[in-house]
C-alpha cells in the first residue's frame, strides 16, 4: 500500500460540517483517526501529496485552529 501522509487538526467548536467536508475535499483527505478528547482528529492525505502545502490550506481557514504533521506519516515510529 502506498504511503499516505497524516495531518493532525484541529476545528473551530463552531466549524459547520458542511464546511468541514468542503475542506476536506478541497484538500482531498479523509479522517482516519479522531476526535481524541483534545478534539483533535488524524486526516489522511493521498500519497504523494505536499503535505506542507496541504497543512498551510488548512491553516489559512478561520474554521481550522490547528494543523501539523502527523508521525504516523509514510508509517514512521519515534
Do not use: C, W
Not at 8 to 27: E, G, M
Amino acid at each position: 500500500s502506498d504511503p499516505r501522509a497524516a495531518v493532525r487538526v484541529v476545528f473551530a467548536p463552531d466549524a459547520s460540517l458542511s464546511r468541514v467536508n468542503t475542506l476536506l475535499r478541497q484538500v482531498e483527505g479523509s479522517i482516519i483517526a479522531g476526535p481524541s478528547e483534545a478534539g483533535v482528529y488524524t486526516l489522511s492525505a493521498p500519497a504523494g501529496k505536499d503535505v506542507q502545502r496541504i497543512i498551510l490550506t488548512l491553516r489559512a481557514h478561520p474554521e481550522v485552529l490547528f494543523a501539523e504533521p502527523s508521525q504516523m506519516a509514510a508509517g514512521t515510529r519515534q
